[in-house]
C-alpha cells in the first residue's frame, strides 16, 4: 500500500501499489487521483505533499514573468503525464509565494527539485526539454 495525496482535496488516500492503474479516485472527493496535471500550490499544500505522498514528487519552481520557465511549462505537463502515481508533479509560483523557495534556496528559475520520502533528493536549474526532464524523473523511481 502506497499514500497520495489527492491533488484535488488534499487528502491523503491509501491505495495499493501497481505497476500500472487504470482507475484511483479519492476517498473524500472522488476526484481521479491519475489526474496528472501538474498543480499549482500554495506553501500548505506544498508541505501536505511532501509530508504524505510515499510517491515522489516534483516540484518546478517558477514565476510568470519568467521567459525559460513558461517555455519549460509544456514539457513539464508532458512528462507528468506519462508518469500517473508514480510522482506527482507540482508548481510553486516565486512571485506569490516566497516562503516556499526561500526555504530551499531557490537562486534562479526555473528550478526543478524531486522530493522523496520528505527529503530533496535532487535538483535541477534551467529549462528542460520533456525528454530530459522525464530521464531524471525516471532515476528516482
Not at 497520495?4 to 482535496?9: D, G, L, Q, R, T
Not at 512571485?95 to 535532487?122: A, C
Request: glycine share 4%; hydrophobic share 40%; net charge positive.
Amino acid at each position: 500500500m502506497i499514500n497520495v495525496v489527492c491533488p484535488n482535496c488534499l487528502q491523503t488516500n491509501r491505495i495499493p501499489k501497481k505497476d500500472s492503474y487504470s482507475k484511483a479516485n479519492c476517498g473524500k472527493c472522488k476526484h481521479s487521483l491519475l489526474d496528472t496535471k501538474p498543480r499549482d500550490v500554495d506553501h500548505e499544500a506544498f508541505l501536505k505533499h511532501i509530508a504524505n505522498n510515499d510517491i515522489p514528487v516534483v516540484v518546478d519552481f517558477w514565476a510568470q514573468w519568467c521567459g525559460p520557465c513558461r517555455m519549460m511549462a509544456p514539457s513539464f505537463e508532458a512528462a507528468a503525464a506519462k508518469l500517473p502515481l508514480k510522482a506527482r508533479f507540482l508548481k510553486v509560483n516565486t512571485e506569490e509565494n516566497q516562503i516556499t523557495p526561500s526555504g530551499f534556496g531557490i537562486r534562479g528559475i526555473p528550478t526543478v527539485i524531486l522530493f522523496k520520502d520528505g527529503k530533496e533528493v535532487d535538483r535541477i536549474s534551467g529549462a528542460m526539454p520533456e525528454e530530459q526532464l522525464l530521464a531524471w524523473v525516471q532515476r528516482h523511481l
